[in-house]
């Protein structure tokens, strides 16, 4: 499996066309065009009709674009979904997921609605039953047709939904972004932190940025250009990191090291699970430098 780096992941309205055409020139990993909570009703059909465009005439290079559809139970699921499909992003990120039934319903649709292989399945985590449900929803990874790559956190929702107050630090919040990572890695998916509100705050947002990535999230997802070369560096793994991951696999590899589960690197000790971990921190570094150098 290919690594995606998904350290900042930016949204901005689907009805915002100066924000689509200036995400092109911005250094996010992934774009979030969003038909969903950041365009009023009057304008959803507009925003649909402009985002599928700006999705097929590409120009985002190597950032994963993706598209935020209204809930299939609202009067826009449906024309969003049907658009999408035809306009195919990298994924179509579904809210208010709570179930894997929820998502088996998606799958579904994406599916007959002509959806190629390559569109991939986002799930919002951003309500209390998506929380309590959170095995199953991962677990529909494991199915047949199955696109689910990714987890995405609502934390503005969950506050609203379940009254916690992280005004003052997100220990209210821990629960809900553990029971996510978890079950995301169970299953072998993504995880994104959410958004930052104070747009104008960078060191609170760095702070948030490192809870994150102690969490054990993949990246983070914003709602400005400003936030991006923050995330960018404190989701790649420190140089420091890298070049002790190397030395860890240079180690592994070492003629007569094969057959031993433990050796000594540097005075320290070494195990098969940290040459795994070692592997996916130069894999992911790898794909940064890679991706950085083309876009
Ligand atoms: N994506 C792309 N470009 C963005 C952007 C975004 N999310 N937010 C701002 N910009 C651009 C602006 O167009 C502006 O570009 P320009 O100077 O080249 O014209 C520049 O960045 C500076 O913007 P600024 O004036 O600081 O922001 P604003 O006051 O116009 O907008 C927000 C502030 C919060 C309304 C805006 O950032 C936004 O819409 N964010 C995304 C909200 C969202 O999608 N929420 C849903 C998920 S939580
Ligand atoms: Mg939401």
């Known amino acids: 499996m290919t690594i995606r780096p998904r350290r900042s992941v930016l949204y901005m309205p689907g009805s915002n066309a ?16 969003d038909l969903e909570d950041a365009v009023a009703p009057q304008v959803k059909e507009a925003a649909r009709t402009q985002v599928c465009a700006a999705v097929k005439a590409g120009g985002y290079g190597a950032r994963e674009v993706v598209i935020r559809v209204n809930g299939l139970d609202t009067p826009w699921g449906a024309g969003d979904l049907a658009g ?34 390559r569109t991939r399945l986002w799930a919002m985590i951003e309500t209390p039953l998506a929380i309590i449900n959170i095995g199953g929803i991962a677990a529909a990874a494991g199915e047949p047709g199955a696109r689910l ?35 995301a890695r169970a299953h072998g998916l993504d995880a994104l932190d959410g958004v930052y509100n104070d747009f104008k705050d960078l060191e609170g947002f760095r702070r948030e940025c490192l809870d994150g990535r102690a969490l054990g999230f993949d990246g983070k997802t914003l709602i400005h250009p400003d936030q991006i070369a923050v995330a960018n560096e404190v989701f790649a793994p420190p140089e420091t990191e890298v070049a002790w991951a190397r030395r860890i696999i240079a180690a592994f590899d070492q003629p ?9 690197v540097d005075g320290r000790m070494v195990e098969i699970m940290h040459a795994e971990m070692a592997r996916r921190t130069v894999a992911i570094a790898d794909a940064i430098a890679g991706k950085d150098k083309v876009s």
């Open 18 to 33: 100066r924000a689509l055409e200036k995400a092109k020139s911005l250094a996010a990993d992934a774009l979030i065009l």
């Open 84 to 117: 999408a499909a035809a306009a195919a992003p990298a994924a179509v990120l579904v809210p208010k997921v709570g179930s894997g039934a929820d998502i088996r319903r998606v799958t579904e649709a994406l599916a007959q609605a002509g959806a190629p292989e």
């Open 149 to 183: 790559g990714c987890f995405v956190m609502g934390t503005n929702d969950l506050v609203k939904e379940t009254r916690a107050d992280l005004s003052k630090d997100r220990r209210p919040a821990l629960y809900w972004l553990s029971a996510a990572i978890t079950a």
């Open 256 to 264: 007569g090291s094969e057959r031993k589960g433990v050796i000594s």
